[in-house]
């Protein structure tokens, strides 16, 4: 009997294919070899998978820009993206914006309101509907576009069950599974992470083709929380609440934490902390609420720069510990606090040098995020984008 001219690919081979358009989604480009380690998959199997993927048109390969081994240079393969639209939405303490975008990553099309999530739910995920409308409008599209939903929330979500379940944040969303609930609104599935974790996500896509695979990225806000990128993949603990640095506990600090504990990061360095010391170097005596510049123009007078220099050191100090157990390459300063710019920079560094070891914290470059405050809904694109190869 002669053989079908194009006889089914064997269920090894669709997982294998899946799990390279899985993988390509996340990371964007990578070397065959990078393939190989992340997926546990043999080099011969990521060949013919790559090869399938040329043939069908769906990825492309080129020479990297760095050498490899002997002078040679690696090959680097990347998903040739097909045209189609992605939702996002970063939900913070005090807004919500919703953008759409493309699956290069492109901003079509964006909307923000100012809103109190964290005490108000059901008005916060009515007005994610709106503001989607609003972003689809502004992009000259409408839901039937949309291929994929995805989004950072500040809180922890337990990944084994999707719901929110740390009770020192969003504590009226306890109980609540996101994913499930902006599922309903937009008849989709959505992909939802904790804000700083998009934050990871949103500065290794925007990296300027500067891959980082071990990376910190700090959400230092009304919370101080951190989004841990290590060996190329996105960590989230057993149950998904790693990186809640904010409750580390900081020695002959005695201020009460919303967490019930005492001496927590974010209760001596949160932008809250940091903007009442602020308010009473620069205007001392005051007794009304005094409203203060940016932070990025305070960061030029002497005062404020000692007072944002001290945030940045007692931050440091924290990270410190963390760049001695995780030897990360780089550290991105996000949130509102990471708009102080040199002197926190400085005083992190500070504090890096002198608590971590020598060689890692050598080893470490210490920056605030090129994207302001934009890295979490750069992030949650990103894992849209992801979602949409994927799917």
Known sequence: MTAPANPAPSARRLRTRATLL?????????????????????????????????DEGLAGETTATTATGRGRR????TLRRAHALVLAFDFGHTHVTAAVADTTGALLGEATAHLDVDNHPREVLDAARTLA????????????????????????????TNVVRAPSTLSQWIGMDPAAELGRL???????????????????????????????????????GAGLLLDGRIYRGASGISGEIGHIQLPDTGTWCRCGNRGCLESVASIVEVRRRL??????????????????????????????????????????????????AAIVIGGELGLAGAPLIHGIRESVDRYAQPAVAEAVEIRASRLGLRSELYGAVDAAVAAAVAG
């Open 133 to 160: 409308d609003r972003a689809l409008a502004a992009a000259g599209h409408t839901l039937d576009a949309i291929t994929a939903v995805a989004a950072g929330i500040p809180g922890a979500l337990d990944t084994r």
């Open 22 to 54: 899985a993988v390509l989604g996340e990371h964007g480009t990578l070397s065959r070899a990078e393939i190989s380690r992340l997926t546990g998959l043999s080099r011969s199997a990521v060949s013919s998978a790559v090869t399938d993927l040329l």
């Open 279 to 328: 308010a009473h170097v620069l205007s001392p005596g005051a007794r009304e609420s005094v409203e203060l510049p940016p932070l990025g123009e305070l960061a030029a007078v002497p005062a404020a720069a000692r007072v944002i220099g001290e945030a940045g050191r007692t931050i440091g100090r924290v990270l410190a510990d963390l760049v001695n157990c995780l030897n990360p």
């Open 186 to 224: 937009f008849g989709r599935p959505v992909t939802v992470g904790n804000d700083a974790e998009m934050g990871a996500r949103g500065e290794r896509a925007h990296s300027d083709g500067q891959a980082v695979n071990d990376l910190i990225y700090v959400k230092a806000s009304t919370g101080i």
């Open 74 to 77: 690696a090959a680097a393969v």
